[in-house]
């Protein structure tokens, strides 16, 4: 199937490794021009030229930080600068600390806000004057399964990107007769250093292993597996391409099924 993607360029945020890599490393697959971001300048230079060396593809990386204003419009500007324009924006910040009401802080509410929330909307502040210019775009957020189904421990990510589905939504409907769509990802329990790191709380707030946490995990998804990070991707490049041109508003589960409910 080709995706029409050849000619796009994306901003895929966060992608130096994990789901942000593999999302590039789709995207660049499907013969799109990438620009990438992330707060680790080293490793994202390293990730930039693995997927321009592998693909063939255009990349820029510019290191910025998307909890600062500053950073997103220099970020946005010198995708546009070197491309001319973005077609495609990934959200996706990571995920914020994990922690139950009483172990969170103020301070560390006010830093999910900006990541998680605030983030997203002001990249796409930023993109979509050029696409509604064009009358083409796709915004696609990267949220959670905690989105549908709480997740204990993720306190933080439960509240947060539900508030980010909602103004996806909202925003969905205000621009779908400009050509531009938005939609939601929500991956479930999948192989990434974030997994590692709600394996190591729950494993430490339980008192049992990492092991017989990720066993627990696998029991509760019906394909009994964790997900893989380029499942994921895939659905994203669908949700990029002409093809998806008539969904929006949509949060998509990529979960092996462990969303139990109907809709």
């Known amino acids: 199937m080709d995706l029409g993607l050849k000619n796009k360029v994306a901003l895929v ?36 030229a693995a997927i321009a060396e592998s693909s063939g593809a ?23 600068e070197r491309f001319g324009q973005i ?6 910040a990571g995920g914020p600390p994990a ?42 957020n990267i949220t959670s399964i905690a989105v ?11 509240s947060l990107r539900a508030g980010l589905t909602g103004f996806a939504r909202t925003l969905a409907n205000e621009v779908a007769a400009e050509g531009i769509t938005v939609n939601n990802v929500m991956p479930g329990y999948t192989r990434t250093e974030r997994l590692v790191e709600l394996l190591e709380f729950l494993a430490r707030k ?21 997900g893989e990070p380029r499942e994921l991707a895939a659905t994203i490049a669908f949700l990029a391409s002409e093809r998806a041109s008539y969904i929006t508003g949509t949060s998509i589960q990529v979960d092996g099924g462990w969303i139990r409910s109907l809709l």
């Not at 255009?58 to 546009?80: E, F, M, Q, W, Y």
């Not at 549908?148 to 439960?158: A, F, H, M, R």
């Open 99 to 140: 922690g139950t009401f009483d172990q969170l802080t103020r301070e560390q509410w006010d830093e999910a806000i900006k990541l998680t929330l605030l983030s997203a909307v002001e990249l796409a502040r930023q993109v979509l004057p050029g696409m509604k210019e064009r009358r083409w775009g796709r915004i696609i």
């Open 58 to 80: 255009h990349v820029l990386a510019v290191p910025a930080d998307v909890t600062v204003i500053d950073d997103i419009k220099r970020l946005v500007g010198a995708g546009i």
């Open 13 to 48: 945020v966060a992608s130096s490794r994990g789901l942000g890599r593999a999302v590039a490393e789709e995207l660049a697959a499907e013969g799109a021009s990438l620009l990438l971001c992330a707060r680790d300048a080293e490793t994202l230079t390293e990730t930039a």
């Open 206 to 226: 339980q008192g049992i292993t990492i092991e017989e946490v990720r066993a627990t995990w696998e029991k509760e998804i019906p394909m009994a597996r964790l």
């Open 148 to 158: 549908k189904q709480p997740v204990d421990g993720l306190l933080l990510s439960n």
């Open 87 to 92: 077609d495609i924006l990934v959200t996706n």
